[in-house]
């Protein structure tokens, strides 16, 4: 019975987390097409529901009802696999990222976490590893990119998805290591212990006190080489790839690599947030709501919130105002720059971290 | 409970994959077996509690080796393999050889009280245990091991290097 209890617990704690993430996902494209409509000196989405606010569901319902088109020279069951890997994969990050301390409802405590679980004594479990766990996913969603191109048989698809997993793969060497600092100042892999050594005032955040700011840069950079974002967004190249490794892809197919790769930007926005920039923490330490009332409770969430619009923000700003890099340039910017970057930051810190704890 | 229905699933899962990819006749697919197989591998790890080693398990072996495996599938572009009738060596062989493993096997876990269970060692899995392991007890095999890696890349390098 017990168990039975846990699992329904569970279940509603995911269903719940995974349709605000989807309908996150949606409204991105629709801030995305609206900003980018202005830094172009037009208007983005206006017809579908007042400022184009419907615009979303209209394109769902389209996505939905379109004839899903099966080109005859595909290997079926890779073709139809790999946007399905890559939505759930970039789904499966989700369950580790703690978006708040626990929200006050019913009168008890509930974790802001899918794996978070209340202990006994007021704290929460929280997985030991959950940095690793994003981490491992992320480097697992080269497949769905990988095997699209591969089995759609067509040359720009194969071209495309070459090219992410080069590109996925190199990058993610540097954004491995460029989280090493962080580790290092926390002590721990676990996510929320991370967060609560950086609580007390944005001057204890990571990217102030711990001086992780070179740390943070290269997370940044390689965030969006992983994410296949401009000026990185070479495995979609239109001028070169028609369209990449989705060429062959319409429908609901083509929408399920769209909403991977929202929600990828979303898992690294929300790394970001929970390493560098201190999580759900508020900037001053007067601005902590009270843990033990509704609406004290869901103030960390604002915080948090807050934080990831500014990195999505960011993402559309730079989507609008940079061009794609050439792809030697990608390489030699990934290997020769941000690599020996994140292992110099990785020595500075050790170094700043043996001086100060000597007595 | 949980933890024994768990177990059997992805026990199933890792044996079933290893299956497929021998009986696969496309290389990418019996690579993406073998994914399959590094994954339930890494879930049986996290079912023992060694959650480091079944995070690492995901990272480098599902994420980093096998996407080259599949890199180089894909960049050779490999068609179907050809069903050969194999060696007679291993015809004649096999079978024994299996049948003694599996005998072994048997032997050991049945001579001794299942139900007692089996003491872990004290560093295990964990990213702390695993840490200390690495940079404590066994420090200089593991620094001269990654020289020996280093040396490995310098001589692919040299290798691949294209005369000016």
């Known amino acids: 019975m017990e168990t039975v209890k846990l699992i329904g617990y569970f279940a509603i704690k995911i269903v719940v987390i995974t349709h605000i993430l989807l309908g996150a996902v949606a409204y991105t494209v629709w801030l995305e097409r609206k900003l980018i409509g202005r830094m172009q000196n037009r208007w983005g989405p206006t017809r579908v529901g007042p400022f184009g606010l419907l615009q979303p569901i209209a394109d769902g319902l389209k996505f939905i009802l ?23 994969l970039a789904l499966t990050s989700l369950a580790v990222i703690p978006f708040g301390e626990s929200i006050f409802l019913f009168g008890r405590h509930i974790p802001l976490q899918i794996t978070g679980v209340n202990s006994g004594n007021g704290g929460i479990f929280d997985l030991n590893v959950g940095l690793l766990v994003i981490l491992g996913v992320t480097s697992i969603g080269v497949y769905g990119i990988a095997l699209a191109g591969w089995s759609s048989n067509s040359k720009y698809s194969l071209l495309g998805s070459l090219r992410a ?52 840069f290269i997370y940044l950079t390689s965030a969006f080489a992983e994410t296949n974002r401009i000026p990185f967004d070479l495995p979609e190249a239109e001028t070169e790839l028609v369209a990449g490794y989705h060429t062959e892809y319409s429908a609901m197919k083509f929408a399920m690599f769209f909403m991977a790769e929202y929600a990828n930007m979303f898992t690294a926005a929300s790394v970001a947030t929970l390493l560098f920039l201190g999580g759900w ?79 | 409970m949980v933890h024994h229905i768990l177990f059997l699933v992805f026990a199933a899962i890792c044996v079933g994959g290893a299956l497929n990819l021998l009986l696969q006749k496309h290389p990418i697919h019996s690579a993406l077996s073998l ?68 005998g072994m096997v048997l032997f050991t876990l049945l001579r001794r009280n299942v139900n007692a269970g089996i003491e872990l060692g004290k560093f295990f899995g964990t990213t702390s245990g695993v840490a200390k392991l690495l940079f404590r007890d066994f420090l200089l095999p593991f620094e001269v091991t990654s020289v020996l890696v280093l040396i490995a890349i310098m001589g692919a390098v040299v290798l691949a290097r294209r005369e000016h």
């Open chain 1, 66 to 88: 379109k004839e899903d088109m099966l080109p005859p020279s595909v290997n079926k069951p890779l073709y139809v696999l790999a946007p399905m890997l890559a939505v759930a």
């Open chain 1, 165 to 216: 997993s080069a590109q996925m793969i190199s990058y993610e060497l540097s954004l491995g290591l460029s989280l090493i600092g962080v580790i290092m100042i926390a002590g721990s892999l676990s996510l929320r212990q991370i967060v609560d050594a950086q609580a007390g005032g944005f001057l204890h955040w990571n990217f102030f006190g711990g001086l992780q700011f070179v740390a943070f």
């Open chain 1, 281 to 359: 923490h508020a900037p001053f330490q007067f601005l902590e709501g009270n843990p033990n009332t509704f609406i004290g409770s869901l103030l960390p969430i604002v915080w948090f919130v807050l934080k990831i619009g500014a990195f999505i923000f960011l993402y559309i700003w730079i989507r609008g105002t940079l061009p794609r890099f050439r792809y030697d340039q990608l390489m030699a910017f990934g290997w020769k720059f941000l690599l020996p970057l994140a292992i110099a930051n990785i020595v500075v810190t050790s170094l700043w971290m043996a001086l100060r704890l000597r007595p």
């Open chain 2, 35 to 102: 994914i399959v197989v590094m994954g339930s591998l890494a879930l049986l790890y996290l079912l023992l509690g060694a959650e480091f080693v079944a995070a690492i398990q995901v990272i480098v072996y599902a994420g980093a080796i096998m996407v080259l495996f599949v890199f180089v599938i894909m960049l050779l572009n490999a068609g179907e393999e050809e069903q050969t009738d194999g060696s007679k060596l291993a015809m004649v062989l096999g079978a024994p050889i299996v049948a003694a493993l599996i």
